[in-house]
């Protein structure tokens, strides 16, 4: 049974689907949702669903990232996990931490990778008028957002949609990707997912 530790920084909607879908015959379960917000909206969620929670609060580690990941690292050797899931982090890690995770961690985008890494992902394809838009899910690499593409699901961009629109047409793909995808790598199966 694998373990798997989730971050978050926000509401944990993404985190509330993986380890929702960790039950029955699926070879992971959730050990730990880890934030660097206190009170994340993840947080209280990850606890009404039985699952151990801690906080590392960035902001007293200022600019040394480093200081900030020790943190973490000492909080994630504590539950033992064999997979990291980025659901909702807003935090870069350094070279340094995800080379210590690499295989091993993966993380969700709000956009069809490669295209549009960084911020602003739905503002920015319906800018470049682009007619579909979706998530990725894909393995962290040093390379912001550029690891190996593990999972995809893509929506219309409809005429007249707002950002917030097209992130509220993305986000339940995103719920139904991210655990499809878990349960893959979770079994060592790197074949990617395509949705629909
Ligand atoms: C989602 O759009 C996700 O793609 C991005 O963070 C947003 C909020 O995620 N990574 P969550 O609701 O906190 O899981």
Redesign the pocket.
């Given at each position: 049974m694998k373990r798997v530790a989730i971050l978050?920084s926000?509401?944990?909607?993404?985190?509330v689907a993986l380890a929702e879908s960790m039950v029955g015959d699926h070879p992971a379960r959730p050990v730990l949702v880890l934030s660097n917000v206190p009170g994340a909206g993840?947080l209280a969620r990850a606890a009404a669903l039985g699952i151990p929670t801690a906080v590392v609060d960035h902001r007293p580690f200022g600019k040394d990232r480093a200081a900030f990941e020790a943190a973490l690292q000492a909080e994630l050797e504590a539950a033992r996990p064999d997979i990291l899931c980025l659901?909702?982090f807003m935090r870069v890690l350094t070279e340094g931490f995800v080379g210590r995770w690499q295989g091993r961690m993966l993380n969700?985008?709000?956009s069809l990778l490669p295209k549009y890494r960084g911020l602003d992902t739905h503002g920015r394809a319906i800018e470049a008028g682009d007619t579909e838009a979706g998530?990725t899910v894909h393995e962290v690499t040093a390379e912001l957002d550029g690891g190996p593409i593990l999972g995809q699901a893509r929506v219309p961009v409809l005429p007249g949609d707002s950002p917030e629109a097209l992130?509220t047409r993305v986000?339940p793909m995103?719920h139904r990707l991210y655990p499809a995808v878990l349960r893959r790598f979770a079994a060592g199966d790197r074949r990617p997912v395509t949705l629909p």
């Open positions: 978050v926000g509401s944990g909607s993404n985190m993840g659901a909702g969700i985008h709000p998530c992130a986000l995103e």
